[in-house]
């Protein structure tokens, strides 16, 4: 779905009071772009694996070879990234209700689909 189509969508919606919800793409679209504080970070593939980690971990590198190039992996050390300031905007913007991430603070984090699934042994 191009911008155009994106516009049209949310203008439907707007202009029906609420009465056809909005696409999980459209969300996660205007929540990417509505000014958070963290818009500097990459947000997990919405089709596919993402897996953040480091370089360094041995788990990491356990679930890396597990997808076997199925996975866009996010090495936090190459383009220093803080963990607990991934672990926050993860939390906040892209998965708030899923109460495994709330809890989850070591890599890796794999995502399917733009939704945490967990750490190397949740694969």
């Avoid at 990491?60 to 803080?82: H, P, T, W, Y």
């Avoid at 892209?94 to 890599?107: A, E, G």
Wanted: aromatic residues 8%; contains cysteine.
């Amino acid at each position: 779905m191009n911008i155009e189509q994106k516009i049209a969508q949310l203008e439907n919606y707007i202009g029906s009071n609420g009465q056809t919800p909005l696409s999980p793409d459209i969300l996660a679209d205007l929540q990417h772009i509505g000014g958070s504080q963290h818009n500097s970070l990459p947000w997990p593939k919405k089709h596919g694996w993402t897996l953040y980690g480091r370089s360094s971990c041995p788990y990491c590198q356990s679930a890396l070879n597990r997808l076997k190039g199925k996975v866009d992996f996010i090495d936090l050390e190459s383009r220093n990234i803080d963990k607990q300031d991934l672990l926050n905007f993860l939390r906040t913007d892209v998965d708030p209700k899923n109460q495994s991430l709330k809890t989850h603070d070591t890599v890796p984090l794999i995502f399917k689909d733009g939704k945490f699934i967990g750490g190397s042994d949740d694969l």
